[in-house]
């Protein structure tokens, strides 16, 4: 599988990441654990792919700052996603467990607006790792 084919990939993985994410704003009570999961998710997911895209294998890990890196390694400008990357990381795997992790709404709204900025981002930069956009 060529390195496009395998991005695109990512990137179909990492939209039904955010699309779960903005589904689940439907319910009542409010899941934000899980809505920000699914955030960190997709942002993880859009990276990677940029990073298989440019011939990288991307690390198994969850932490979007040392993705982020890597992506800045390839592109200077993933400079402005820092914060973002930095807001999203504690989502991917403290929800995931019953420990003390309080979130308000604004927290998830954050996180719903940095996985959006990731995405946006990575659309504008490989816009052919898009085909349906």
């Excluded at 395998?6 to 903005?22: F, G, K, V, Y």
């Excluded at 200077?76 to 996603?81: H, Y």
């Excluded at 930095?86 to 309080?102: C, I, K, N, W």
Aim: aromatic share 10%.
């Amino acid at each position: 599988m060529d390195n496009l084919t395998q991005a695109r990939e990512w990137q179909r993985l990492a939209t039904m990441d955010l699309n779960c994410a903005q589904f689940l704003l439907n319910m009542y009570p409010l899941p934000l654990e899980i809505i920000c999961y699914h955030c960190q998710q997709s942002a993880e997911k859009y990276l990677k792919g940029y990073l298989v895209l440019y011939g990288m294998n991307p690390p198994k890990t969850h932490d979007l700052d040392e993705l982020c890196k890597l992506c800045i390694e390839l592109s200077n400008t993933f400079k402005d996603l820092v914060d973002h990357c930095s807001d999203l990381t504690a989502y991917g795997v403290q929800p995931r467990y019953p420990f003390e992790l309080m979130l308000e709404e604004q927290d998830m709204r954050q996180a719903l607006n940095s996985a959006k900025a990731i995405r946006d981002y990575v659309v504008t930069l490989v816009p052919e790792m898009f085909p349906e956009e």
